[in-house]
């Protein structure tokens, strides 16, 4: 079956530490999506990338990066520059407008 | 920017009632607009969508929502709840031609009680 794949489920870094979330995708999607969600906040836009080689920040881009050398693969890489990376990193991918989002199972990262 | 008005953070029903979810939205355009479930430390679920197509809409597990433009609101129901609804429920909403972006609300806790 299609889907988007998350790893790890659960990540810990200490202080000064640059860790990638991986999302993978066997759905043929050209759009991915990095969301992170805290708890009253909803989902907030880090980062998206519409085709191979470009992407673009969404409203929270600081302290992120991303690739996307790949159609299947979109790796987010939370730096050091990241003040309050604890939070639960979504991963999500679409084929066109308006169909909506098929979402991965998460990644939970813990600043220690 | 659009934005998206979830009224109500937390909702309790007892089990049998009828479940009413709120979200409103701000767009100049008629957006797009998405119903989305969320189960403890999961992805998010696509219940239903509206897609300027039928405005009233059907989706999984016996939900619906309604687009009202006039009101800006595009609410979800189910007229009978159940034990397996307790969840946090998420209103989307995207402008056509905006890239498909989604801009979610701030989620609507549901909890359901014998």
């Known amino acids: 079956d299609g889907g988007i794949t998350q790893s790890p489920k659960y990540l810990f870094r200490k202080e000064g530490q640059n860790v990638t979330l991986s999302c993978e995708q066997n759905?043929?999607?050209?759009?991915m999506y990095w969301y992170r969600q805290d708890p009253g906040q909803g989902l907030r836009l880090i980062y998206y990338?519409?085709?191979?080689?470009?992407?673009q920040k969404g409203d929270i881009a600081e302290g992120y990066s991303v690739s996307r050398e790949k159609k299947e693969s979109f790796p987010l890489t939370v730096t050091s520059a990241q003040k309050n990376p604890t939070a639960f990193y979504l991963c999500?991918?679409?084929?066109?407008?308006?169909?909506?989002?098929?979402f991965g199972s998460g990644t939970r990262l813990t600043v220690v | 920017a659009q934005s998206v008005t979830q009224l109500g953070s937390h909702v309790s029903v007892s089990e049998g009632a009828l479940v009413l979810l709120r979200c409103n939205y701000s767009?100049?355009?008629?957006?797009?607009l998405f119903w989305y479930v969320q189960y403890p430390n999961q992805g998010l679920q696509l219940l239903l969508k509206?897609?300027?197509?039928?405005?009233l809409v059907k989706g999984i597990n016996g939900f619906e929502a309604e687009f009202k433009k006039s009101e800006t609101s595009f609410h979800l129901t189910k007229p009978s709840a159940h034990m397996r609804d307790a969840a946090e429920y998420f209103c989307?909403?995207?402008?056509?031609?905006?890239?498909?972006?989604?801009?979610f609300g701030t989620g609507t806790q549901l909890k359901v009680e014998l």
């Open positions: 989307a909403v995207s402008d056509p031609g905006g890239g498909n972006k989604l801009t």
């Open positions: 759905l043929n999607h050209d759009a």
């Open positions: 999500a991918s679409t084929r066109q407008e308006g169909y909506g989002y098929t």
């Open positions: 509206y897609t300027s197509a039928a405005t």
């Open positions: 990338s519409q085709i191979v080689n470009d992407f």
């Open positions: 767009s100049s355009v008629p957006p797009y």
